[in-house]
């Protein structure tokens, strides 16, 4: 029995062990949380599981411009009934990262989400492919600079104040939804 399966408070300091410098551990709610360098990011998903992380739960990715992106994967202990949060960072402009299937088979359906709606490139995925957007579709929709069409077609459905009108309110000049260049879809 590992050292992290015996005792999930050791977690911390088994990560500090093992990684030195090239780890970032913090908690918080009780959760480990494990950020390191994208070098690193197999290893760190094989160790964790060696120590008793053996049930994947997701993976996904979170666009933090202007650098990049991290990706997080959430692994759990069913023997400890321990959570690890695992992350790390890809650039922007070069958003790669060593698949995890051959770590977790149950990454490939999280890989495949990710690169789609992101970006994030996995290499050596065996199947990276489209997942749930139409064939054709263009772009990666959870990007933050992804312009969304339906947010200038549609009226924006914030509140109204009182007395304004199905118009809007001739005192107030009209705006754009958040996320909408000033330029996007006005006529002239």
Do not use: C
């Amino acid at each position: 029995m590992s050292d992290l399966a015996r005792d999930p408070r050791r977690a911390p300091a088994v990560l500090m062990e093992r990684y030195g410098p090239r780890v970032q551990v913090s908690e918080s709610s009780g959760e480990v949380t494990a950020d390191v360098q994208a070098a690193d990011w197999i290893d760190l998903l094989g160790f964790a599981r060696s120590t008793g992380y053996e049930f994947f739960d997701w993976l996904t990715a979170v666009d933090d411009p202007p650098d990049g992106f991290q990706v997080v994967a959430h692994v759990f202990d069913p023997v400890s009934r321990e959570r690890l949060l695992l992350r790390t960072r890809v650039s922007r402009a070069d958003p790669r990262l060593p698949s995890a299937v051959g770590v977790f088979r149950g990454a490939d359906w999280h890989e495949r989400e990710t690169f789609e709606m992101f970006g994030v490139i996995f290499e050596g995925h065996p199947n990276l492919v489209p997942l749930l957007l139409p064939e054709g579709f263009e772009g990666h929709p959870l990007r933050k600079d992804f312009v969304l069409a339906a947010r200038v077609a549609k009226a924006w459905p914030g509140a109204k104040e009182p007395g304004e009108s199905e118009h809007g309110s001739p005192s107030r000049r009209k705006t754009l939804p958040p996320g909408v260049p000033a330029d996007w879809g006005r006529d002239g």
